[in-house]
């Protein structure tokens, strides 16, 4: 049957003039089942449906009803991505107060002004990462793909440190009036010490996912395949706030709080994608996706606290009994994706494209808003002369607040093989 339609292929292009003997590169085709190819009016028809031309001369009318095999079996291709993730939201870590205020009735209250965050995001900018994918017709009409990305674990660490000038601070709220209260780490004679504070925060995305892909109706498009399947994406972050003050007894009191999110999202998706090829070299591909499933969410909170001569705590600023612990969850979400590719033809096998993507996930939980900025110090023994409020347990936790929509978008550049 194959040597009849290679056959049939071969003679619909004779007829038409387009034989390669004259060095033209044929026309560009479909990743997996090929695109219009130019045909004589008096022998193809268009099929309704797949849009494959289908031979229908007498002298091969014993094939007419098979789809014609153009385009590659086998195709793969690799990019490059430089992604950009949307920022976490985090309340004020580290701030500094003017030397005039800090030992004043007002330094405790008094605003601070912000070291980090400045804007109450975290930003991780631009993060590299590869991404991958292979597919094959496995039938007329009928293909398979699997692919997947992966960004680099990327992180952050701001340091800052004083002798005392300037001042260093953590702030938080207080549960009973909601009055703002500075800690300070580092602060001027009187009773003044030296300090740091040290934030760390880091990400890492990947995914994987497959799909059966049938030729669809043209939508805008030389072509256009619908794509059904699965998908899987792994979100998993960390963010950890660590202070240190040198006393001016010798003793050091170091505080700690860690806070770990993780995100398994499965979906069942269907999409669409769509070829347009131009003249000469160059053809454009798009596609977008959507799935819906479930994700599995964790988030783990953990503190330490520890002063000279005296035994560990494991409770931090931010981190007290009434928030320590660990906490799941299973979410309903959904997951969409949508991308543009502009592909030249280097040889009639590779392909180099590049292109745009954006992936989006209704539902994630991340470190930064699950951290609760509202803390009864009435708890915390390291704060001297604090307010008695045996009521109030907070920091608290809640999914409500940890928990945000989430996507990454950016940049891919690479190469494509066809066989």
Do not use: C
């Not at 931090?316 to 979410?331: D, P, V």
């Amino acid at each position: 049957m194959w040597y009849r339609i290679l056959s049939a292929w071969v003679a619909t292009l004779a007829g038409s003039g387009l034989v390669m003997a004259d060095g033209t590169p044929p026309m560009a085709t479909s990743p997996l089942f090929g695109g219009h190819q130019p045909a004589a009016a008096a022998s193809t028809a268009t099929n309704p449906l797949f849009g494959a031309h289908q031979v229908s001369s007498q002298a091969d009318s014993a094939i007419a009803a098979e789809p014609e095999a153009v385009g590659p079996r086998i195709w793969g291709e690799v990019d490059y991505l430089l992604w950009f993730e949307r920022r976490q939201r985090v309340p004020l870590l580290v701030g500094t107060l003017k030397d005039s205020l800090v030992n004043t009735a007002d330094g405790v209250s008094s605003t601070a002004t912000p070291l980090y965050p400045t804007n109450g995001r975290i930003s991780f900018g631009g993060i590299n990462g590869l991404s991958a994918r292979i597919g094959g017709q496995v039938a007329d009409g009928f293909g398979l793909d699997i692919g997947g990305f992966a960004l680099e674990r990327s992180s952050i660490e701001r340091t800052f440190s004083s002798s005392g000038s300037p001042s260093l601070l953590a702030t938080f709220t207080r549960p009973g009036d909601g009055r703002g209260v500075n800690l300070f780490f580092a602060k001027l004679p009187p009773n003044g010490y030296a300090g740091s504070i040290r934030v760390e925060a880091d990400s890492q995305l990947w995914g994987i996912d497959g799909n059966v892909r049938r030729p669809w109706y043209h939508l805008v498009a030389d072509r256009t395949d619908l794509l059904s399947g699965f998908r899987y994406v792994n979100l998993h972050e960390n963010l950890s706030i660590n202070n240190r003050s040198d006393l001016s007894d010798g003793s050091i009191l170091r505080v700690t709080d860690q806070f770990r999110t993780q995100n398994h999202i499965y979906v069942a998706q269907i999409g669409l994608q769509s070829y347009w090829y131009g003249s000469g070299r160059w053809d454009l591909n798009y596609f977008g996706k959507i799935g819906l499933g479930g994700a599995s969410q964790r988030v783990e909170i953990a503190g330490n606290n520890t002063l000279t001569g005296f035994e560990d705590e494991k409770t931090g600023l931010y981190t007290q009994a009434s928030n320590i612990g660990n906490y799941e969850r299973n979410k309903f979400v959904a997951v969409g994706e949508l991308g543009l590719k502009l592909g030249y033809r280097i040889t009639e096998r590779l392909h180099a494209q590049a292109g745009y993507n954006v992936l989006y996930v209704s539902s994630v939980v991340r470190p930064g808003p699950a951290l609760d900025p509202v803390v009864n110090d009435a708890n915390i023994t390291y704060v001297a002369n604090p307010p008695a409020d045996p009521i109030n347990r907070r920091p608290a936790f809640s999914f409500a607040r940890a928990s945000t929509d989430f996507y990454a978008q950016g940049l891919t550049l690479g190469l494509s093989l066809q066989y």
